[in-house]
Each structure stands twice: as C-alpha cells, then as structure tokens.
C-alpha cells in the first residue's frame, strides 16, 4: 500500500517553484507533473514532483554532439 503523504496544489507549486495558477494552467493543458485527481481534490506525490524536476533539469555542462546549425545557402535572384 501507497502510504506516501498526497501534497496540496500548494504545496507542490512550492516545491516546484511555481504559482498554484501554474499548476492549474499546466494541468488544463496536460503538462506538468503528474498528479491525482481524487474527486474534485487535485494531489501531488513527492515522487512525480522530483521526475518531473529531474525531466526538466539542464546540465549546461553536458557535453552535445550536435553540430552547429548551418545557414542554408541563399538563393541567386
């Protein structure tokens, strides 16, 4: 059995850094983190909140081998 703490939509936009009306906005656009909907009550787990952090973390110094866009050649008039 689940006997994590369900976490409010205040709680979750804190932890997430971001307005309740975020939440709602995301949630209305089906993004965001993940979350329970029990009745007409809307609930985060710690879980889906630290994924849905780590899905969106940055390392700036991750190395990438994309290669540099190149400019597509102009057109002779």
């Known amino acids: 059995m689940d ?18 009306h975020a939440l709602r906005a ?6 965001g983190p993940k979350y329970l ?5 809307v609930r985060y787990q710690m ?3 630290n994924a849905y952090l780590e899905k969106h973390t ?4 991750a190395k990438l081998s994309i290669q540099p866009r190149r400019r597509h050649a102009r057109r002779a008039a």
């Open 37 to 41: 909907k029990l009745g007409s009550a």
């Open 47 to 49: 879980r889906d909140l």
């Open 3 to 20: 006997t994590e703490r369900k976490l409010t939509e205040q709680e979750a936009a804190q932890i997430v850094g971001v307005t309740v």
């Open 26 to 31: 995301w949630r209305w656009r089906k993004q």
């Open 58 to 61: 940055v390392d700036p110094e």
